[in-house]
């Protein structure tokens, strides 16, 4: 079962990497539309030093530091398969060639940024990122208590100005059409919210909270339940999580209680202590 589990997982990152190497080379490079996070970063750096070196292996290069980052702050098993993700994207973006399919600058951007969006999406759907600002984001976000949203557009928006000053600003109009777009994608696909409260109704409460302990840190209250159909006693554990632990929280309800209701809804804000580290 585990081993079936991260096979799919791989599959799901070898695929969100190969899509994203796609909407790069084929779509935003040939029309000097700027990619978001650090992909952005990396094709601006390539585009100022002209070319001699690719948008890959600086991709690569970049990460590797964030990588040391996020396998100590973040968690060990994330930040391998963002790693991956990273070094096939960087694979990917030797490979395959640079070649433009529409002359048309609006296509470009809106066609790259959902591509691009639908392989980050289901990435961060199976518990992975593509690496860079998403690990970033995820350290400052738990050491200042900001959203991770904050930094994402903070750097988005260091893209957009540099590119505006050096290539134009019709450039960078159309590098926020593709943020725009991919941005709607991933929160489609995934969920835009930072912190997500679960609201799980079980009858194997203790097995569930004990197998949620050994895996996250994260507090459970453990509430009293009845069905008002079937009159069955059950219990109702309530547990709040960030966007990044969604994925783990679901394979460890199917583990232990598959047929568990569970509740997954939208937190605001917290009150009180919630663990960052």
Known sequence: MVILLHAKKMIVVVIGALLNAIAMNLFLIPANVYASGFTGTAQLLSSILGGSISTGILLFLLNVPVTILGWLKV?????????????LMSIFLEIIPVYQLSSDILLNAVFGGVISAVGIGFTLKWGASTGGLDIIAMVLSRMND????????????????TAGFLYGWEKALYTLVTL???TRVIDAIHT???????????????????????????GITMIPARGAFTK???????IVITRYELFELEQ???????????NIVQTAGIVGFFRRD
């Open 180 to 182: 725009y777009a991919s």
């Open 146 to 161: 900001r959203p991770v949203g904050t930094y994402f557009f903070m750097l988005n928006g260091l893209i957009i100005i």
């Open 232 to 238: 069955e006693t059950k219990d109702m554990l309530i």
């Open 192 to 218: 835009r919210h930072e912190k997500l409260t679960a609201m799980i109704v079980t009858k194997r409460a203790e097995e569930l909270t004990e197998a949620i302990h050994s895996r996250m840190l994260r």
């Open 75 to 87: 968690g060990k098993s994330f930040t391998l398969y963002s790693f991956i993700s990273v070094a």
């Open 252 to 262: 460890i309800i199917n583990e232990v209680d598959s047929h568990a209701f569970t």
